[in-house]
């Protein structure tokens, strides 16, 4: 596709809970960030993926959080036993190759609320 | 570690008006940074960047200078517009991973 695309744009779900988010990256780029933004948080790092591998998970909140990429292209995040403070948006971008930061293209993000 | 503040919104002005967005940052080493704007309804976009300092970064009106002295990188515009209302975000980059570390953002309102 032209962009980073995201599914869904929006999921309610309740305390408990598990979900998936999945982020399709630009056709070809190697790179492929999560990060979340939060009210009163902004937005925080969660985890890098290069291909299949995550050299970084440093930004994953907790060990109910876990992400896997397949085939170097989608991205799966899963957050298991949804919590109320994991009500955010989970932004994905992607880029061509890692070493160039502000080639990071986002995508329009997941609205998540937990209730 | 590496961190980012940034003004507290929001920011409302009138049309003309002239803009600053405070932005400072911590960080070990000599990282790159950027202002990303968000707005309404639309995904993260890239505004402009600088990668040393003293480098100013440009782009649709909007200025930043890479103060190293001060860790500043504040985001000006002499004369804003309506359609520049938005959400705009100050970040840096770790230079070992490229990850973008961000400023909690600061809402910009612009009225004519």
């Known amino acids: 596709g032209a962009g980073v695309s995201q599914s869904p744009s929006n999921k309610v779900t309740e305390k408990g809970k598990d979900v998936e988010l999945r982020c399709d990256p630009i056709s070809g780029h190697t790179a492929l960030y999560w990060y979340r933004q939060s009210l009163g948080q902004g937005l925080e790092f969660l985890i890098y993926?290069?291909?299949?591998?995550?050299?970084?998970k440093s930004g994953l909140p907790s060990d109910r959080f876990s992400a896997e990429r397949t085939g170097g292209s989608v991205s799966t995040l899963t957050i298991q036993r949804t919590q109320q403070e994991d009500s955010a948006v989970y932004l994905c971008?992607?880029?061509?190759?890692?070493?160039?930061?502000?080639?990071?293209?986002f995508g329009p993000g997941t609205r998540l609320l937990v209730l | 570690g590496n961190s980012v503040t940034q003004m507290e919104g929001p920011v409302t002005l009138s049309e003309e008006a002239f803009l600053t967005i405070n932005c400072t940052y911590t960080a070990t080493g000599y990282p790159s940074l950027f202002w990303y704007v968000q707005y309404p309804g639309e995904g993260l976009q890239l505004l402009l960047k600088?990668?040393?300092?003293?480098d100013k970064g440009s782009n649709k009106g909007f200025e930043a200078t890479y103060r190293k002295e001060t860790t500043s990188f504040h985001l000006e515009k002499g004369s804003v517009q309506v359609s520049d209302s938005a959400v705009y975000f100050c970040a840096l980059s770790d230079r070992s991973t490229d990850k973008l570390i961000f400023g909690t953002g600061t809402r910009l309102q612009v009225f004519p």
């Open positions: 993926f290069q291909g299949n591998s995550a050299p970084d």
């Open positions: 600088a990668t040393k300092a003293d």
């Open positions: 971008a992607s880029s061509e190759n890692r070493g160039a930061p502000e080639t990071q293209y």
